[in-house]
């Protein structure tokens, strides 16, 4: 049978709805990280295998991944894998119930940030 109350019925929660929370901004961010990561071993696979192909062809990919914006690119690769890293950590301590509290959740997700920026800047500094 027909609804006929269509017009009374509340929406389903979306992002119009819901005030962006750090919890919710950190989760939508773990997920496109999670892609750029499958992007970036892309990039990786590319470049080795134009390394095994022949020298002209790895010279053609080395030269666009060690360009301005390759760099760019190589460099939000890996920062999305130092946030995939530690938020994933993050995640793990959820799971055995430890800070699942939101004050808990929002300091760890701060914390993550951080983490994966210094991280990203160090791994650069050190190569």
Do not use: Q
């Not at 760099?71 to 301590?93: D, E, I, K, M």
């Amino acid at each position: 049978m027909a609804d006929v109350n269509r017009g009374n019925r509340p929406l389903s929660p979306h992002l119009e709805i819901y005030k962006p929370e750090w919890t919710m901004v950190l989760s939508i961010t773990h997920r496109i990280t999670g892609v750029g990561l499958a992007l970036g071993a892309f990039l990786v696979s590319w470049w080795l295998l134009a390394a095994a192909t022949s020298a002209e062809y790895f010279a053609t990919v080395d030269g666009l991944l060690t360009s301005t914006l390759g760099r760019l690119v190589l460099v939000g690769s890996l920062f999305a894998l130092w946030y995939h890293f530690c938020n994933g950590v993050r995640h793990l301590l959820w799971d055995i119930g430890w800070g699942l509290d939101l004050k808990t959740a929002e300091k760890t997700g701060k914390f993550v940030v951080v983490a994966a920026a210094g991280l990203t800047g160090f791994t650069i500094l050190s190569v």
